[in-house]
């Protein structure tokens, strides 16, 4: 295998042979030049003079292409992400048409980020959570379970047990705070959960990933 050399002038680099230098990659379907890695700051200018000399055509086109096909290729990516954005499922269900206010905002953005990460990502189909090696990543697949089926199961017959807790409530002319007895248990039950939640997923942010 030859060694790479890495030249620091303009004069070092076209000494080298081909199979000695380390190009600076350039994704061009034909054998075109290679420019070099690095060189002295004093020295690109050299450089420029000896291809503008000994390749002008492959120069101008590579100048005035190359830059302006990649602005052109990153406008379509951002125009196809504004069409179809990659998290647009996460995001409608986040920012629906109606008004939500940010108490109830915030905790719904970790539970989409949840559901997001198992359903669109396939975290359970992706990652190996059972990790004898790093207990770590088999505790954080055990709550990752335990947090998606409490957003998808656990928390929606909670909302639905408090729903009809509500109308349970005896409306009566004489005010007592024990009516709500059941509300106010099936409350602090939900924010307990949510706020464990929310921390679960700030706290182990580096796993949400595939």
Same mark, same amino acid.
């Given at each position: ?6 030249a620091?002038?303009?004069?070092? &680099? ?28 004093n020295? &690109?200018?050299n ?30 990516k ?14 409608? %269900? ?14 719904q ?6 559901i !997001? ?11 190996? &959570? ?9 505790? %954080?697949?055990?709550?990752?379970k ?18 009809? %807790?509500? !109308? ?23 924010? %307990? ?15 949400? &990933?595939?």
């Open positions: 295998m030859n060694k790479r050399l890495i620091t002038t303009t004069e070092e &680099w076209l000494k080298l042979n081909r199979s000695e230098r380390a190009p600076r990659k350039w994704y061009w379907p034909t054998g075109w030049y290679e420019a070099p890695f690095a060189l002295m700051i020295d &690109w200018d450089w420029e003079k000896h291809i503008k000399k000994e390749y002008p055509i492959q120069y101008w086109l590579r100048e005035n292409f190359q830059y302006t096909f990649r602005r052109f290729y990153n406008s379509v951002d125009l196809k992400n504004k069409i179809i954005n990659p998290r647009q499922k996460m995001r409608n %269900a986040l920012f629906t048409s109606k008004w939500v206010d940010l108490v109830e905002l915030v905790p953005f970790h539970f989409q980020a949840i !997001e990460f198992v359903e669109n990502e396939k975290a359970f189909e992706k990652i190996v &959570w059972d990790d004898s090696l790093n207990p770590k990543t088999t505790e %954080a697949g055990i709550k990752l335990e947090y998606y089926n409490y957003v998808k199961i656990v928390r929606p017959f909670l909302l639905e047990k408090l729903s009809q %807790a509500y !109308e349970n409530v005896k409306i009566t002319a004489e005010l007592n705070d024990s009516r709500y007895k059941e509300v106010d248990e099936i409350e602090k039950q939900i924010k %307990a959960k949510d706020t464990e939640l929310c921390i679960w997923v700030i706290q182990n942010r580096d796993f949400l &990933w595939c």
